[in-house]
């Protein structure tokens, strides 16, 4: 399995508006690793960074074909295979101890992490801070090219492929490419695939994907359906 760099080169107009700087310095930094969000001061600075990221710095696990730019993660990885993690109820092994305590509150039902407003609950603290920037508004990670925000990191690192074309979710069956995991699952289903998850509860017709029962359940409301026009618009976009 051949792994390619992931790293893409921004480069942005150093100015007060959109570089970034650092904490402790107010130096422009207007050369971005996207796959780490750091800025640097000048290319060199960062072609030194890239190295990070070049297949020749990267652990192979010898079980599977995963592929980690830290030692330590690939250490961690193995205890998948060794099953020293491992799940007693269901068998799944896990990274850590820590992700196993995470894991197995799937069986037993505890959210330990609640919302102070609305009294959400959350198996996981990370989960609870996401949820909370609904109610502040908060949206912490920015774009340093176009300066959008967002309230998720994963978010942020999905918009930077807008910026550097990367699409590095590749059909196996045919040549399409796609920035997100899930697009490729419906691209899969859709045209690759028979299988239809979604069943309508009025009637029981099955389809391949959420879009298409959504709009087939207008056929049982007093919402006006689309066009056919329209329709397949929405269900062909992706």
């Not at 590095?168 to 995991?181: G, H, N, V, W």
Request: proline share 4%; charged share 25%.
């Amino acid at each position: 399995m051949e792994i390619k760099p992931q790293t893409f080169e921004v480069k942005v107009e150093a100015d007060d508006n959109n570089t970034n700087t650092h904490t402790r310095d107010d130096k422009p930094r207007p050369y971005s690793c996207t796959v780490h969000h750091k800025w640097f001061t000048t290319k060199g600075s960062l072609m030194r960074h890239r190295t990070l990221h070049t297949r020749e710095n990267w652990y192979s696990c010898t079980q599977c074909e995963k592929c980690f730019l830290m030692r330590e993660q690939l250490i961690q990885h193995m205890n998948i295979h060794t099953g020293k993690n491992k799940c007693t109820e269901c068998g799944k092994c896990c990274v850590s101890r820590r992700d196993l305590t995470v894991h197995r509150r799937s069986h037993t039902g505890e959210k330990p992490f609640e919302c102070n407003v609305c009294h959400k609950r959350f198996t996981q603290k990370s989960n609870l801070v996401e949820h909370s920037r609904i109610h502040s508004g908060e949206k912490p990670f920015k774009c340093q090219v176009c300066s959008k925000v967002f309230t998720r990191s994963g978010s942020l690192q999905t918009h930077m492929r807008v910026h550097t074309g990367e699409k590095p979710y590749k059909c196996s069956l045919c040549d399409r490419s796609f920035t997100q995991s899930s697009h490729l699952q419906t691209h899969k289903r859709r045209l690759h695939s028979n299988s239809r998850p979604y069943h309508c509860p009025h009637c029981g017709k099955l389809f391949k994907t959420n879009t298409e029962l959504k709009l087939h359940l207008r056929v049982h409301t007093d919402a006006k359906p689309y066009s056919c026009t329209v329709m397949c618009k929405i269900v062909f976009s992706k």
